[in-house]
């Protein structure tokens, strides 16, 4: 039962979104793309919003969240990606990486094992490759929804994987890893949620904005007296 109304709270949330996105872009660059998808030019504002961000899911990763995973990382990395060069892709995986150190060291009071993040090292990485991949040149809605969901749905495989196949949590069997994945389904659909409503809204609420601005300014146009009387 919570399986399905999880299935159906994303459908409804991914058919918003599409719609919001759709609409919005479609208006602004009807010109440009036939109404499709938006042209990217990343501004300096654009840029330095993306380190401010990825500052932002710093602390959202290391604050407590209760709500199992439902944080800014995969949005974060996806945006990154999207905004900067590969040569700086670095950057924010240093930055999650010390998360996960102080996490580990002085949160959960366990031993550091470089060895036991590599993976979710690689993920980060991986991550901004995604958002440079599906984001950097063009957006629309297909786009943004594709890229969260392969972020989400990477990170959910590769970790638990490392989980199952790493420690002696889980039996060693086909069993064991389905328990596993089973187990780390509550965390994939926050993470799901939260990737997709942060990146939808990084890329979207500004177009919806200049959209609405637009309008604004087109009807003072059209009407610079304000309303008549009858």
């Known amino acids: 039962m919570r399986l399905r109304v999880f299935v159906i709270s994303i459908t409804n949330i991914f058919d918003v979104t599409t719609i919001a996105l759709t609409i919005s872009l479609s208006s602004r660059n009807n010109d440009l793309l036939g109404g499709s998808q938006l042209l990217l030019f990343p501004t300096n504002e654009d840029r330095m919003f993306s380190y401010f961000f990825v500052l932002a899911a710093v602390f959202t990763r290391i604050l407590p969240h209760p709500w199992f995973s439902f944080t800014a990382v995969g949005a974060s990395l996806l945006v ?70 392969a972020s989400s749905t990477s990170f959910f495989l590769v970790s638990n994987f490392a989980v199952w196949a790493g420690s002696l949590i889980y039996p060693h069997t086909a069993g064991g890893l389905a328990t596993c994945y089973v187990v780390g389904l509550p965390f994939y659909g926050n993470d799901v949620l939260a990737t997709t409503l942060l990146t939808s809204a990084v890329f979207g609420l500004p177009v919806l904005a200049h959209r609405m601005a637009d309008e604004w300014q087109r009807r003072n146009l059209n009407n610079p007296s304000g309303p008549t009387a009858a």
């Open 80 to 149: 990154f990606g999207a905004r900067r060069s590969p040569k700086f892709f670095i950057l924010p995986v240093l930055l999650f990486a010390a998360a996960d150190y102080y996490l580990t060291v002085f949160a959960y009071n366990y031993p550091f094992h470089v060895q036991d993040y590599l993976v979710t090292w690689a993920w980060y990485l991986g991550a901004c490759l995604m958002g440079y991949a599906f984001l950097s040149k063009r957006v629309n809605a297909g786009r943004v929804v594709g890229a969260a969901l």
